[in-house]
């Protein structure tokens, strides 16, 4: 693969971000700009920002993995974190500004509770602030190892150099930036994740023959959101896990300080549509492309380039694009992966 246009397109791509990085700097006057971006988020803006960090490298790697592996019947944990997500939009997101503001324009859910509770020991703060960033650890460590499987994919770098390579990137323009810096990118960057699953869903149910066509062992129950790819009916237990996945969006701090960064209470019905409606399309267009990819590389004799199913969206971006497209396309990966992570990176847990 003509290494030139791929380096190219990262380049240019990272270049906007710190780009967009100093334009917020320059307007930073407080740590209240720093951390909510003065409470002056756009409906778009929270929306977006809201949505592309909630989906991450899972999105783009692990869900079309597991539609490849196990077909639709993977859909569900998608249903489940929407679910969550607008439930968190209706019930959590007018309540959670009102009161931050009231409470002294608190910048952090910690210094929330510390306000709510009448806590002065700083213990409420300190725990709440510890379990953050013990989950926070955890979250943007699964991101980091996405930048890193991408960057060794496409450049041959080592894991460990990849992970390093992916957390200064994250970090450069995060630290500079700031939380609006962060919001911004996240626009452009849930724009780059649609749009690369449409391009990819597209094009690749065009050029195939039968995109559902029925291969090996995966039987016309693969296509069934009910069923597991054996043809079994799913579990109750299953369903339950599914199910559970709905919570996250209740109290994700990266959503949550969305909600607080709203530049008016009477924005958020509105930010609601847009999320949900992004979120729905990038995570039914991320299964599509899963239960694509498996016909579509057996086609064309290279079923084997998907051994390991993580890697499915990278191979399908370097086998049926031309370099320029594929780089647009793997930008979406290192995209997915830097909106989550930044979006932690800027949370202050105190």
């Keep these: 693969m003509p290494f030139f246009w791929l380096i190219v397109v990262f380049a240019a791509y990272f270049a906007m971000l710190i780009a967009i990085a100093v334009a917020g700097a320059r307007r930073m006057r407080d740590m209240s700009e720093y951390v909510l971006g003065g409470r002056r988020l756009s409906s778009v803006t929270a929306a977006l920002s809201a949505g592309s960090s909630t989906t991450s490298a899972w999105t783009m790697l692990a869900l079309p993995a597991l539609a490849f592996t196990f077909g639709a019947v993977e859909i569900w944990?998608?249903?489940?974190?929407?679910?969550?997500?607008?439930?968190?939009?209706?019930?959590?997101?007018?309540?959670?500004?009102?009161?931050?503001?009231?409470?002294?324009?608190?910048?952090?859910?910690?210094?929330?509770?510390?306000?709510?509770f009448g806590e002065r020991t700083g213990a409420l703060r300190t725990i709440s602030g510890l379990t953050?960033?013990?989950?926070?650890?955890?979250?943007?460590?699964?991101?980091?190892?996405?930048?890193?499987?991408?960057?060794?994919?496409?450049?041959?770098?080592e894991y460990v150099t990849g992970v390093t390579v992916t957390l200064i990137a994250i970090a450069s323009y995060t630290l500079?930036?700031?939380?609006?810096?962060?919001?911004?990118?996240d626009v452009t960057q849930a724009?780059?994740?649609?749009?690369s699953l449409?391009?990819?869903?597209?094009?690749?149910?065009?050029?195939?023959?039968?995109?559902?066509l029925e291969i090996g062992n995966y039987s016309t129950d693969w296509l069934n959101p009910f069923n597991n790819a054996d043809g079994s009916r799913i579990t109750l237990a299953a369903a339950a896990s599914m199910a559970g996945w709905a919570v996250g969006g209740l109290g994700a701090q990266r959503i949550l300080q969305r909600f607080m960064a709203l530049e008016r209470e009477d924005q958020v019905k509105r930010?609601?549509?847009?999320?949900?409606?992004?979120?729905?399309s990038v995570f039914v267009l991320a299964v599509m492309l899963?239960?694509?990819?498996?016909?579509?590389?057996?086609?064309?004799?290279?079923?084997?380039?998907a051994a390991d199913p993580e890697r499915v969206y990278l191979v399908m971006a370097e086998v049926f694009f031309h370099p320029v497209v594929?780089?647009?396309?793997?930008?979406?990966?290192?995209?997915?992966?830097?909106?989550?992570?930044?979006?932690?990176?800027?949370w202050p847990p105190r």
Excluded: Q
């Excluded at 503001?101 to 952090?108: F, H, P, S």
């Excluded at 500079?176 to 990118?185: D, H, K, L, N, Q």
């Excluded at 579509?296 to 004799?301: F, N, P, S």
């Excluded at 396309?329 to 997915?336: H, K, M």
């Design 77 to 116: 944990v998608p249903v489940a974190i929407v679910i969550g997500v607008w439930l968190s939009w209706t019930f959590i997101a007018s309540r959670l500004r009102r009161y931050t503001i009231a409470a002294g324009n608190v910048l952090t859910i910690p210094e929330f509770y510390e306000v709510r």
């Design 132 to 157: 953050t960033m013990l989950f926070v650890l955890f979250y943007v460590s699964s991101g980091l190892v996405g930048g890193a499987k991408l960057l060794e994919t496409v450049f041959g770098l």
């Design 290 to 305: 899963g239960l694509i990819a498996r016909p579509a590389l057996a086609e064309i004799g290279m079923l084997d380039l």
């Design 198 to 212: 449409l391009i990819m869903v597209i094009a690749l149910a065009g050029w195939t023959e039968n995109p559902f």
């Design 271 to 280: 930010s609601k549509r847009i999320s949900i409606a992004w979120l729905i």
């Design 176 to 185: 500079i930036g700031g939380f609006m810096a962060v919001s911004r990118t």
């Design 191 to 195: 724009l780059l994740m649609v749009g």
């Design 326 to 346: 594929t780089g647009l396309l793997l930008t979406a990966v290192i995209a997915a992966v830097m909106s989550t992570a930044d979006s932690h990176c800027c």
